[in-house]
C-alpha cells in the first residue's frame, strides 16, 4: 500500500507541476507584451534626411583633413621630412620662444581638429547604424524639452552635425537652465 501511496503522490506531484508551467508562461508573455506596449520604437530620420545630413557630414569632414594637411605642411620641414626646429642657431632666446609656442599653438588647433574628425566619423557610423539623430539621453524615455523628441532638430544637425544630444539636453548636462 505504501508503494501505491507514493505513486499516487508523485503523479499529483507531476500534475500540478504540468499545470504552473503554462501559467508562468502565460503570465512572462503577457509581461512581454506589456513592455513591448510601454516601449514604442523611436524612428529615427528619412532616407532622404540621412543622405542631406551624411553630405554635410562629408563636406566638413573634406574641410578637415585639408586643414590637417596644410598644418601637417607648416609643421614639417620640407627638405628633411621632419618636425621644423628652430630655423638658426643664431636667432635670439625670443625669437625661439616665439617659434616653440608658435609650434604648440599649431600641435593644439591639429589635435583639435582631429578630435572633431572623429566626431563626424562617429558621426557616419551612426547614420549607418540607423541612430543618427535621435538624442542620447532621451533614447531610452523621452523627456519631451523640445518638440521633436526624441529626435534632435534639423536645424541643430544641419548647423552641428555630430550632435548627439538636443538643445534642450544639453543645457541640462552643463547645468545651463
Known sequence: MTKAIKQ????????????KSPVKKSAATSEKKAVAKKKPAIKGYGQKDLEHFKRIILEKRKEILEELQILKESMMDITTGEYASENSMYSTHMEQGTDAMER????????????????????????????????????????????????????????????????????LKKGIV
Request: hydrophobic share 30%.
Open 8 to 19: 499516487t503522490a508523485k503523479s499529483a506531484v507531476k500534475k500540478s507541476a504540468s499545470k
Open 104 to 171: 604648440e599653438k599649431t600641435f593644439l588647433f591639429a589635435s583639435r581638429e582631429g578630435k572633431f574628425l572623429n566626431y563626424l566619423d562617429d558621426a557616419l557610423r551612426r547614420i549607418e547604424k540607423g541612430t543618427y539623430g535621435i538624442c542620447l539621453d532621451c533614447i531610452e524615455s523621452p523627456k519631451y524639452l523640445c518638440k521633436t523628441c526624441p529626435l534632435i532638430p534639423k536645424e541643430r544637425l544641419e548647423a552641428v552635425p555630430h550632435a548627439q544630444l538636443c538643445v534642450e539636453c544639453k543645457n
